[in-house]
């Protein structure tokens, strides 16, 4: 599954950071906000408040479904899925560029080559462009395999579905089976772009013991993690998963900053954030993870819920829509102030 292949990615990059303790500018830790004991009491309570706040958000819209005002087929539903979208878009684009433009950009670095070309931009660029690739062929595979498996059975109602298929998926059944494999898709895309970024920003925290930043982060990423969970829940919902792998899912984004926490606490004495192998891997990471997460959130999220049937058939519900989006992505972009 993509979110296990992605920890084990994390893990052996911070592995090679740790090969690396050369410092650099930043690293001595001085001043009143500097407090390793009382920092180490902020982490347990950022883990326990940020996957509370992770699992009530990624579990919010699967539990909507019992509520039949708030199920997926709702106007509410609809709203509530352009909010965390926006909130996407916003993480993406404010929080995880950012990060990514100052590792990358750092003093720590040599001048030639990451301060002469826009590294960052440049695999945010590639990350969309993969992320495009692994959209369009995972739909490819499907429908190929759901051609082959409505061929062999035949019959008229086989071969209706077929033709259907075929032709991009217009009415009938074909409609439905292609429109839940988009969702699917998309459903396992998006988590894997949160993941690396979760426990990236985790890693971060645990390391850090300047509690003048603990203290606010634990609120932002709480705020994050819940509305960015309602996102991903609503997607695990529209995919219409079996239940074992919903679990995992929700299961996997939860504890993801929280391990990325855990982790930067267990390797607190070791790894050294401003090390150029730790700017160089937590730069590209998060690059990679922003180009993802853009292109998710216009593409997958917002483009296909605008320009659907749904929307464009309502003008009132699209205006509210529109509300939401820009509700979320500018509550997100104020959490930059303190994320």
């Known amino acids: 599954m993509a979110a296990k292949s992605t920890l084990m990615l994390v893990l052996v990059a911070a592995s090679a950071m740790l090969a690396e303790s050369a410092t650099c500018g930043t690293s001595s830790e001085s001043g009143g906000c500097h407090d390793r004991k009382e920092s180490l009491k902020l982490k347990f309570i950022a883990i326990a408040s940020i996957l509370a706040a992770s699992m009530i958000g990624v579990s919010l819209p699967l539990v909507m479904q019992a509520v039949p005002a708030l199920g997926p087929d ?86 209706d579905v077929v033709a259907v298929v075929e032709n991009g998926g217009t009415n009938l059944d074909g409609e439905k089976k292609e429109q839940l494999i988009r969702y699917r898709v998309v459903a396992q895309v998006l988590e894997l772009g949160i993941v690396v970024h979760s426990v990236v920003i985790g890693l971060s925290m645990g390391t850090s ?99 659907g049937p749904r929307l464009q058939a309502s003008m009132k519900l699209q205006g509210w829509a529109y509300v939401a989006v820009f509700l979320g992505a500018g509550l997100m972009a104020l959490m930059a102030k303190w994320a």
Request: glycine content about 10%; aromatic content about 12%; proline content about 4%.
């Open 74 to 159: 709702r106007d509410a539903f609809v709203i509530v899925k352009a909010f965390a979208s926006g909130v996407i878009l916003a993480t993406g684009y404010m929080h995880v560029m950012p990060d990514s433009f100052d590792d990358l950009m750092s003093e720590c670095l040599p001048e030639n080559p990451w301060r002469k070309f826009p590294f960052t931009t440049f695999v945010a660029m590639l990350s969309a462009i993969a992320t495009l690739m692994v959209d369009s062929f995972a739909m490819s595979l499907y429908k190929k395999h759901n051609i082959s498996r409505f061929g062999v059975t035949g019959g008229k109602a086989d071969g």
């Open 209 to 307: 013991d300047n509690v003048c930043t603990i203290r606010p982060l634990i609120a932002a990423l709480c705020f994050h993690q819940m509305f960015e969970g309602m996102g991903l829940g609503g997607c695990i919902l529209q995919a219409e998963f079996g239940m074992k792998l919903k679990a995992i899912m929700v299961f996997f984004f939860s504890v993801t900053t929280p391990f990325g926490i855990a982790l930067g606490i267990g390797l607190s004495n070791v790894y050294s954030p401003d090390s150029p192998t730790a700017l160089i891997v937590v730069g590209l990471l998060n690059a990679s993870s922003a180009g993802l997460l853009n292109y998710m959130a216009l593409v997958d999220l917002l483009g296909a819920d605008f320009l």
